[in-house]
């Protein structure tokens, strides 16, 4: 359970809280003074000021944890770092089974006016087949002559004898008539008992 808690311990807190967010704000101002002045210098008099190599020269194994400092300026740590991911074998080489490793977003490989054959639901099939359609040549049947010589020879299909309809008994004609008609089920209705 949790207990309310009275006003001087709220008022307790709330004063904690801006004495902290003051401190924060005053942290902030100094880094961002820092950071104004660390823009007007060059990279090498910030390198030097921090006693820090240049990040371009960094090979395996170096530290790179003195470019995370907040007071360095933001160009630098992401020369830092792309030199780390360039030497670590592990960053450097990603393998393609990475799905969002390339670069999805390209405006320059967008096609203004992209048609396609695609439908939604039907796929490419009806285009496909009309092209099929289109390409193949129109044959006239007079083209093809059979010879003679080639006709199949076929025999007549026997004969099967069936007995007169007046000969066929009742009962077998009724069995026929009811297998050739559909039966549409009959509707069912759920039934329930409730124990009371």
């Known amino acids: ?9 709220r008022r307790k807190a709330a004063v904690q809280a801006e004495a902290e967010a003051e401190v924060i704000a005053v942290e902030e101002q100094a880094v961002a003074a820092r ?4 823009q007007e210098k060059s990279d090498a008099e910030i390198l030097a000021e921090f ?13 790179v944890s003195g470019f995370m400092a907040k007071a360095l300026p933001d160009r630098l740590r992401r020369r830092a770092l792309r030199q780390l991911w360039r030497l670590n074998p592990v960053l450097a080489n990603v393998d393609g089974l990475v799905d969002y490793g390339e670069d999805y977003t390209d405006a320059a490989c967008v096609i203004e006016n992209l048609q396609t054959a ?19 040549p129109q ?10 010589s080639l006709e199949l020879e076929t025999e ?6 069936s007995p007169p309809a007046s000969e066929v008994p009742l009962a077998e004609a009724e069995i026929e ?20």
């Open 118 to 136: 695609y439908q939604v639901g039907k796929g490419m099939l009806a285009h496909v087949e009309a092209l099929a359609a289109a390409e193949a």
């Open 51 to 63: 006693d820090l190599p240049d990040p371009d020269t960094l090979q395996p194994g170096d530290d």
């Open 1 to 9: 359970m949790t207990q309310s808690r009275d006003f001087w311990s």
């Open 177 to 196: 008539v009811e297998d050739e008609m559909e039966m549409t089920p009959a509707p069912r209705r759920m039934k329930f008992e409730f124990e009371g």
């Open 156 to 161: 007549p299909a026997p004969q099967i004898d």
């Open 139 to 148: 044959e006239d049947e007079s083209d093809f002559e059979v010879e003679p």
């Open 35 to 38: 950071q104004a002045e660390l």
